[in-house]
């Protein structure tokens, strides 16, 4: 498996706040890029951070999406935490005609189902109040299917709104789950709930191992309405709450009809959860990544990778899944 060199932009120092909280983020999960600008969510904030491109040595500052306050202590905080884990931008829509930015919980646990939606104004700010999205239903329902539920991921193109399962060691099944994205975009608007039976397909996945650990879900990315790039970490866990060492991550490129066209290696042991498209120029993709360091005394960081398309076509790596239908 072809190895891809990584580069470090920067940490996620961060404008303090009042309470005793590290001035940098540690946990980030997901992120998305605007012009100059880089939103990250981290699964143990109620807030949203926000990043100066231009200037990396500028702190970033918070946007609080959640009311309340977690305890600071890290076993209680990782006990009352919101989760969110994936953040993704939605392009301007009948209810948004200039976008939002839609916050995903990872629904592992029953308290973890609060998400968040922030509609963007013309110049590309965030424009009233954080819009609390439901996402109990679909806890409740795909919990059933996947005993391990932890959604990791989630795209939104013209056709398809989809969610991305990730699977551990003891619970593997990584997965992909369809929604016709207007009806997606609707719920979010109407009742603030997406429903399980909007659903209409789910797709079951083996991304094989990285030195011996099974490769779950960790993000994913619409690169264009063909293709999804995404993100899959070797994480040694046999459950979607406890966290394990990390034996590296991968970046893969997936077809949109669910097919795994093949999966390059990221260099380190690093856990990378967010992942967003920098630039691209015909087949040359330029990428940022974020990884959680699931320690709260080590800052989280920027980063980039450069890849080719034609790195991802000259693999030799059939990834099968499993599709299903709903009735």
Not at 79 to 100: F, S, V
Request: aromatic share 8%.
């Amino acid at each position: 498996m072809k190895t891809v060199s990584v580069t470090k932009i920067r940490d996620f120092n961060i404008e303090p706040t009042k309470i005793k909280r590290p001035e940098y983020v540690f946990a980030a999960s997901g992120l998305v890029k605007l012009g100059d600008k880089i939103f990250v969510v981290a699964d143990d904030e109620l807030h949203l951070a926000e990043f100066d491109l231009k200037d990396k040595n500028k702190p970033g500052k918070w946007y609080r999406m959640l009311p309340g306050n977690l305890p600071l202590e890290y076993k209680p905080r990782k006990k009352a935490k919101p989760d969110l884990e994936a953040l993704t931008y939605l392009n301007p829509y009948q209810y948004a005609p200039h976008g939002a930015l839609l916050a995903v919980p990872s629904m592992s646990k029953a308290n973890r189902i609060e998400g968040i939606l922030l509609v963007l104004d013309k110049t590309g700010q965030i424009s009233g109040q954080p819009l609390p999205i439901d996402f109990s239903k679909l806890q409740e329902h795909l919990s059933i299917q996947f005993p391990g539920l932890n959604i990791e991921g989630i795209t939104v193109d013209k056709e398809t709104a989809r969610l991305y399962q990730r699977g551990n060691r003891k619970q593997g099944q990584n997965a992909v789950i369809d929604f016709k994205a207007k009806d997606f975009l609707r719920d979010l608007h109407d009742t603030h709930t997406p429903k399980p039976e909007n659903i209409f397909c789910t797709k079951e996945f083996d991304l094989g191992k990285l030195d011996g650990q099974v490769l779950g879900f960790t993000d994913a990315v619409c690169l264009d309405e063909a293709h999804i790039l995404f993100l899959a970490a070797a994480e040694d866990t046999d459950d979607a709450y406890k966290d394990g060492k990390c034996f590296g991550s991968v970046v893969g490129l997936m077809n949109a009809n669910g097919s795994v066209k093949g999966i390059l290696k990221l260099d380190g042991k690093q856990k990378f959860e967010g992942l967003c498209v920098h630039s691209r120029d015909k087949s040359q993709i330029e990428l940022f990544l974020v990884a959680d360091t699931d320690d709260e005394t080590k800052p989280s960081a920027l980063y980039a990778i450069s890849v080719n398309l034609k790195d991802f076509e000259t693999l030799e790596s059939a990834v099968p899944f499993e599709y299903e239908t709903f009735a």
